[in-house]
């Protein structure tokens, strides 16, 4: 299975800003929260945002980094508990910042 981040990077490579600004609009909590775990679950995520930006003819989340990004995910869907954060696999230092 190709997977969706992939293939935008294979479509933003004329722009360094625009493949990092997109990527993470798109990205999952959990990848933000916890490098290197990726399942179906973050490729369907993508696809919500992807659909939300087609409806709404801009990105949902328009974080300007991985923890602006977070902070606007959970303004809209509210932070997660201390156990859904470590089923993620979140370190205690991100938890700190989350709380």
Not at 25 to 46: F, K, L, M, T
Not at 48 to 63: D, E, K, N, S, T
Request: charged share 15%.
């Amino acid at each position: 299975m190709l997977q969706l981040g992939m293939i935008v990077l294979f479509f933003c490579l004329y722009s360094k800003h625009v493949q990092v600004s997109l990527i993470r609009w798109w990205r999952a909590p959990e990848v933000c929260i916890s490098e290197g775990q990726y399942n179906a679950n973050i490729d369907v995520w993508a696809v919500g945002c992807i659909m939300a930006q087609l409806v709404c003819l801009q990105a949902i989340f328009r974080g300007n980094d991985n923890l602006d990004q977070l902070e606007q995910i959970f303004e809209l869907t509210g932070v997660p508990d201390v156990a859904t954060l470590t089923q993620m696999g979140c370190t205690e230092s991100m938890k700190e910042l989350l709380e």
